[in-house]
């Protein structure tokens, strides 16, 4: 039941060991996650541990997991992450920026180092109460909206950025009826939390809100497993939500531990990884293995981050940013 998913991930949060007791560092990894991986991880670990034992090779993992930016500061600030695999890229950016990650990381790995994708869906109550039908319906006075604080959280970045994308690309509207838009959506969020699982919880568990703004792959999830009866809305457009994983340059040559974390991430690119990517609810890569278990998603048109805005470092400054366009609007909610 869905309890006993929040339970295991506190347990990964306090550090679960994926494998041996290794004698030396050499042969430990450090993956700092964001929030919604912990069941995906959770599989795709053993699974490498697994896979390093057949070629003689005795390795442990431990993921932690919080939300995606918040994680980001961790790393800066000193957390010993062999590999980074957290929600967006301008995370990774910005502990590029500090010389921990190399600013080439992203073209080491195929897909622009991202080994799944995702896309931005509705949750909402059994029956659809309030029909909901597409992002229009999330600015209704009835409606009450669930969503991470895109402060913290990558999820939520997203989540704004689909928003915003759908007033200004899908329905060819300016940038003032886009701010208008968010700030009518945001004045309709109950609780900003710090990242996605705790807004999941804070819909299930607490049962607040009307419909929960949420990565595909953590709908699939907390429809299958709670108590309560769900329904994964599609919008008529979303975004493209491409999760990278990276390398931590600094951290891996000081512990000698690069030979390994690039076979862990080169392993998210596998067959078998990416077999269990699909078993979880993300898009994998592979074009045969997404094409096989396709039928649990919706074909939706999805924009990407460069047609919303450009890059990473481009939304954040004009978004993100103390003082950008999300502080402006949510301060209003408390005007």
Not at 16 to 28: I, M
Not at 147 to 176: C, E, I, M, Q
Request: charged fraction near 25%; include cysteine.
């Amino acid at each position: 039941m869905f309890r006993s998913i929040l339970t295991a991930g506190v347990l990964t949060i306090l550090g679960s060991v994926v494998g041996c007791s290794p004698k030396t560092s050499e042969h430990e990894l450090l993956n700092v996650s964001y929030d919604p991986t912990r069941e995906l991880y959770a599989a795709i670990n053993p699974a490498f541990v697994k896979d390093q034992a057949s070629k003689g090779k005795q390795v442990s993992v431990n993921t932690v997991h919080g939300g995606s930016g918040a994680q980001a500061g961790s790393v800066i600030n000193g957390q010993k992450a062999d590999v980074v695999t957290l929600a967006l890229g301008g995370d990774i950016d910005a502990i590029a920026r500090t010389g921990i990650i190399n600013p080439d990381w992203q073209k080491r790995l195929e897909s622009n180092s991202s080994p799944y994708t995702s896309t931005i869906v509705f949750v909402v109550r059994d029956g659809n109460p309030k029909n909901i039908r597409d992002w229009d319906d999330l600015v209704r006075d009835d409606v009450k909206v669930i969503t991470p604080d895109p402060k913290t959280s990558g999820g939520a970045r997203w989540n704004f950025l689909a928003a915003w994308g759908y007033v200004t690309l899908h329905k060819k509207k300016g940038d003032n009826e886009a701010t208008e838009f968010v700030t009518r959506l945001y004045q309709n969020v109950l609780k900003l939390d710090t990242g996605a699982r705790g807004s999941t919880d804070t819909f299930i568990k607490g049962k607040q809100g009307d419909v929960f703004l949420s990565w595909e792959n953590e709908a699939f999830l907390v429809k299958k497993l709670s108590k309560e009866k769900l329904q994964i809305v599609y919008p008529s457009v979303s975004i493209l939500a491409e999760p990278p994983v990276a390398v931590v340059d600094r951290v891996v040559d000081e512990k000698k531990t690069r030979a390994l974390a690039e076979a862990y991430l080169q392993f998210l690119y596998t067959d078998a990884a990416q077999e269990i990517i699909a078993a979880h609810g993300y898009r994998p890569i592979n074009a045969e293995i997404r094409k096989k278990h396709a039928k649990a998603e919706a074909d939706i048109p999805l924009f990407t981050l460069k047609d919303v805005v450009g890059s990473w470092d481009q939304a954040n400054e004009r978004f993100f940013a103390d003082r950008a366009i999300f502080d402006q609007i949510y301060r209003k909610k408390g005007s």
